[in-house]
């Protein structure tokens, strides 16, 4: 089942379950590009009248330049907030509301300057689908097996397959042609629930119905990104998949990373390890170490 050496398992989730590191770069330095942005439009909308306003009033400009300063603060304060709790995987306060900022705002906004600064849409969505794997682990989310729901796409199952997965993922034979086998085999051994959605009309239908608090999703980027932001506000975990063959074919996914994301959404610790016995110095060694006491 496991496609992932096991030295390699502890630390897949702690980066946001995509190891891929400078995905948190681009956002953060987009974060800050959007922010300075914005401080500059601030300052211009705040100056443009500043020399007509004093007609109206001569307290006017300063009155509008306090309010400016204001939305100024809160917007670099959020920011600087949002980036603390990126880098520091915690709960500080409201990553649950920080989560509604980035996929309503910040996200839309990001596309924008990831435009200006000829970022492509497809990093940009990686970095944000990152970000909010970040902010849903901050919340230190745990769930029942009933409640947890692993959405997968359509295009993992293998393109020759006569089986009809889309209805009933039991319906797989686990002949290992392709990684729904894994997932089943995952799905029975959590005793959660692993839905296969040929589309987002269906992937809307099955929460919907499943009702869940927590959903780990797999998907390429563009549709996590979609799910991530129409689930909202329920958590949505999201694992891209891999093309190996292309787009929306034969896809693959890690599923040491889906394995990994639901023992910590049950909160499943990890299974002692036995101790070991202190081994003792070799006789030249020790001989050594008496030497120089
Ligand atoms: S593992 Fe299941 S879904 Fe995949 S090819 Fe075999 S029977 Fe079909």
Known sequence: MSNQSPEQSPSIILDGGNSIRPQKRIFIGLLIATCC???????VLW???????????????????IFFGL???????????????ILLGRDLFFSKRLR??????????????GKIFGVSKVKVQRSFIEINNNLVLAQHLHTTPDKLLLLMPHCLQYHECPVRITGNVVNCKRCGKCHIKGLVEISEKYHVGLAVATGGTLARRIVI??????????????DLTSGIQDSYPLPVYGITNKRPHGPCYDTQV????????????????????????PVAAPASEARWQNQTH
């Open 37 to 43: 942005f914005l401080a500059i439009l601030l300052g």
């Open 47 to 65: 100056y443009v009248p500043y020399v007509g306003l004093t007609n109206i009033h001569p307290d006017l400009p300063l009155i509008l330049g």
């Open 71 to 85: 939305v100024s603060l809160i917007a670099v304060g959020g920011v600087l907030f949002l980036i603390l709790t």
């Open 100 to 113: 509604g900022i980035v996929v309503k705002i910040i996200f839309p906004l990001m596309v924008l300057v």
């Open 209 to 222: 119905e499943k009702r869940p608090k927590v959903i780990i999703a797999v998907a390429c980027e563009r």
């Open 254 to 277: 890690d599923l040491d990373k889906v394995e990994e994301a639901v023992k910590v959404f049950l909160n499943v610790q990890p299974e002692a390890q036995p101790e070991t016995q």
